[in-house]
């Protein structure tokens, strides 16, 4: 295969859907020589919310730190290839083709889905790359995720919200169950979950596995010294650790707690603090992007990947507490259909009360039309805009140079409006 045959045989893989087990992918790594037993330290981040910067960070900080460093995310924005990366670079085209003819075979035979399939590809990877440290994120959940087969030296899990119901169940504690599952005995294991019922879950798994759970309460070890748009400044004091002024260039207060768990995890893994500010501050050279980044100016226009009622809850307050003073504010909005549309929604009221729905350039999108009735149901004025490129030329347009356009709902949108101001400044 090349690399278009490699996509073209990859993506056809999502009509199966998401099927939880660890079976498929256990074939796939076999067919790959198991590469999963040869990953160096291995670091695994699961959670709802949060996980692309917990992991992007640790990723960044081993990196700094000298380590061949491994980093695998999902999902991409632009390109499938950065959810593989090495050494803070993307997989290259030429080696994504040679896995996938590695793995066709067994990939059919094991009916894999499109995951599992890159999961086998990453792993195999990140063993020819002879990573010493490899930085892995869970896609859905936890136990049965096709990630969830790695030894891991350290377990993160940022926070637990409401998502992926229907697969993981409908209360926290059932969610953070699945999640917690990741926790293994002979690992050390880090959170920032505070809610009761979901947190219960995971003390139960680490005590079930002799594991110490680290806590970290976002107050008690974590201050936010500033918080501005694409410039973040904390200082966090924990489990003998002090570190004053730490620097990212992202938005939103939030994020301060979801860094340090990545400070904590990396200063109790031997990395030096020189290493630890490096890693921080060049975060953005790791390929995180569209978390409240702000892409234009006059007017501020943003794009977000917010994709549930948590984390669209979270950048409203980000905003709100910038203390920043917009004249209006517009959104551009595209939801999956698989969401739970109506909270999203709702999460925005006091913030907009214009809205563009987009359909999103996938079939598991909520279709613009409907979601733009669900807006005007709850009081907002709705556009429907068959694609992002007219929403962007309807909001920017209505906006004067003092509003605020914020783009968010999924990583579909995100990454498509993203593809149009590149090639629009092509």
């Not at 669900?374 to 694609?387: I, M, P």
């Not at 509003?403 to 149009?420: H, K, R």
């Amino acid at each position: 295969m090349n690399y278009q045959e490699s996509i073209d045989f990859l993506f056809p893989l999502r009509r199966f859907g998401i099927k939880p087990g660890l079976e498929r992918v256990l074939r796939l790594l076999d067919a790959a020589g198991s590469p999963q037993n040869n990953l160096g330290r291995v670091f695994h981040i699961a959670g709802t919310n949060g996980k692309g910067a917990v992991a992007t960070a640790l990723g960044s900080t081993f990196a700094a730190a000298g380590y061949r460093t491994a980093l695998y995310t999902s999902p991409h924005l632009r390109a499938f290839t950065e959810r593989i990366r090495f050494g803070g670079a993307c997989i290259s085209r030429g080696k994504v083709a040679e896995y996938c003819s590695l793995l066709e075979k067994a990939v059919g035979e094991a009916q894999a889905t499109f995951f599992e399939a890159t999961t086998a590809i990453a792993f195999r990877y990140f063993s020819d790359m002879g990573a010493e440290v490899s930085v892995i994120e869970t896609g859905m959940g936890g136990r049965l995720d096709a990630t969830n087969v790695v030894k891991p030296e350290a377990v993160l899990v940022p926070s637990i919200g409401k998502d992926h119901t229907a697969w993981l169940g409908d209360s926290l504690a059932e969610i953070a169950a699945e999640k917690a599952a990741v926790i293994k005995r002979g690992s050390k294991a880090y959170t920032a979950v505070t809610d009761p019922e979901a947190l219960r879950p995971l003390r139960e798994r680490a005590a079930a596995e002799d594991v110490h759970l680290a806590l970290l309460d976002g107050t008690d070890c974590c201050r936010v010294d500033r918080a501005e748009i694409g410039d973040l400044r904390f200082s966090l004091r924990a489990a003998g650790l002090s570190m004053d002024d730490l620097r990212a260039p992202l938005t939103g207060a939030f994020q301060a707690t979801n860094l340090s768990l990545a400070v904590l995890a990396a200063h109790e893994a031997g990395v030096e603090e020189r290493a630890v500010r490096r890693g921080l501050e060049t975060m953005l050279e790791s390929g995180y992007r569209a978390r409240l980044e702000r892409v234009a100016r006059r007017p501020d226009l943003l794009v977000d990947v917010s994709h549930n009622p948590d984390g669209i809850r979270r950048s409203v307050e980000t905003f709100r507490a910038q203390g920043r003073e917009f004249g209006e504010t517009y959104v551009i909005l595209g939801l999956a259909g698989d969401k739970d549309a109506a909270e999203m929604v709702r999460a925005l009221k006091g913030f907009t009360r214009t809205v563009f729905t987009v359909n999103l350039s996938t079939d598991r999108g909520l279709p613009a039309p409907v979601l733009g009735e669900l807006c005007r149901r709850e009081g907002f004025h709705a556009t429907v805009c068959d694609t992002a490129a007219e929403a962007l030329r309807q909001a920017l347009g209505a906006a004067g140079h003092s509003d605020l356009v914020l783009v968010t709902g999924s990583f579909y949108l995100a990454g498509e409006v993203l593809g149009i101001l590149e090639r629009g400044a092509s």
